[in-house]
Structures are given as C-alpha cells and as structure tokens.
C-alpha cells in the first residue's frame, strides 16, 4: 500500500529565508506525486505535481520540488518566502496503475515570523 | 475560472438529525471524491465516483454514511443519522480523465455535531 510521511509536523521561518518541506513515499513503483497548500478555512490547491520526465518541477508561487528515486523523496522548497506563504502543505502519492486514490501525509504547517 | 462548489459551507446539528451535503463538480470533469479532514486522521478519501458510478466506497461507514451523484452536475454525502464523531470538514473534488488527472478541491462543508 502506498504512504507518505512528512516527517516536519510545524516549521517555522523568517520572511525572506529559504524553506524546504520534506516528504517521503512508500510505493512499489515510481507514483504520481503532488503537493497541495490549504490555507486557513480554505479548500487545497495544487502547487505543483510530478508525473515524469524532469525530476525537478515548477510550481505556482515560486514552489519548486525535485523527486529523487533513490531517497523516495519529493521535497518541496521556495528560495525566498513570503508572509502569504503562511499555511498548511500537503504532499500526497497516487498510484500510477488503476487506483484513482489520493494518498495524503500528515501535513507540515508553516509559520513566517516577520 | 472554474471551481467545485460546496454547500453549506458550515452545518450544526445535533446528534442523530440528517446531514446532507452537496457538491457541484467543475464542469466536463467526470471524477468525483469525497474526503474527510480530522485533526487525528488527516484527509481520508470516503468515496468516488467515475461517470456517475462508484468506483470505492470503502473509507465510508457504510452504515450511517451514503453518497450518490444524482446527475453529472451534482454529488451528495449523506449522514444519517449523524454522531459526534462526525465533525468534520468534508471536502469534494473533482478531476478529469484517469492517471495523471489532477484533483481540484472544493471549498469544503464544515460539519460540527453536538
């Protein structure tokens, strides 16, 4: 069965410094992955997924993510954050054969300290 | 720009009443899911739907909870009756195709039951 985990529960950054969120997968084969942001009472949006190809994927916001096989990874990282960054991400694994299901870690909140 | 709508945004109840909540897929989209978001468990998917037919129920209590798409333009998630343990917020998103479709979410009904 596929997992992910996200092993950084709450990060907290100043404004103007670089973030990296980690995200790890369990998958037999290489998945689909995806990172979502949910801001506060909101719904999620997608930042930016991985399908294949490139291993390094841009996103909307300035996020950017690099899968890496070896490490089952898919870290997303923003050279330079923003107040507006502040939020919930999500990243999530689907698999690439049949099942339509959207597995979701536990979620990362970020914080921006001025 | 096309979004998934939910309705109501917010719902309380009181334990035992029956909770409908609705869900407007983007347009041309024939995916629809159902996920559920708790502090403890995370998102869950509860259920989805291709073309109007259910493909996976199977995160669902299939006792109390029933979801169904009426037409290609509306999903429903039924709780009845409803416990406590319900609160939540419920979440609809819908996608296109299979693979590498992405999942558009929807704003999200916020569920309390006293």
């Known amino acids: 069965a596929q997992s992910v985990t996200q092993p950084d529960i709450h990060i907290t950054v100043s404004e103007g410094a670089s973030l990296e969120l980690r995200c790890n997968y369990s998958?037999?084969?290489?998945?689909?992955l995806f990172w979502y942001v949910q801001s506060p009472g909101q719904g999620l949006q997608l930042l930016l997924k991985?399908?294949?190809?490139?291993?390094l994927v841009q996103g909307i916001k300035g996020f950017e993510a690099e899968f890496k096989r070896s490490q089952s990874s898919f870290n997303l990282r923003k050279p330079s954050v923003h107040w507006s960054d502040a939020a919930e991400y999500f990243c999530a694994v689907k698999s690439n054969f049949g099942n339509e299901k959207l597995t979701f870690g536990t979620g990362t909140r970020l914080t921006i300290i001025p | 720009d096309a979004r998934v709508t939910q309705t109501p945004r917010h719902k309380v109840t009181e334990m035992g009443q029956e909770v409908t909540m609705r869900c407007q897929p983007i347009?041309?989209?024939?995916?629809v899911f159902w996920y559920r978001q708790t502090m403890m468990q995370g998102l869950e998917l509860l259920a989805y739907f291709r073309n109007r037919a259910p493909l996976d129920d199977s995160g669902m209590p299939k006792d109390r909870f029933s979801a169904e798409m009426p037409d290609a333009t509306l999903a429903t998630l039924k709780i009845q009756p409803s416990e406590p343990r319900d609160s939540a917020v419920y979440f609809c998103?819908?996608?296109?195709?299979?693979?590498?479709?992405?999942?558009?979410f929807g704003p999200g009904t916020r569920l309390l039951v006293l």
């Open positions: 998103a819908s996608g296109q195709g299979q693979g590498e479709e992405t999942q558009y």
């Open positions: 347009l041309g989209h024939n995916t």
């Open positions: 998958y037999g084969a290489t998945p689909y």
């Open positions: 991985y399908f294949s190809g490139d291993t």
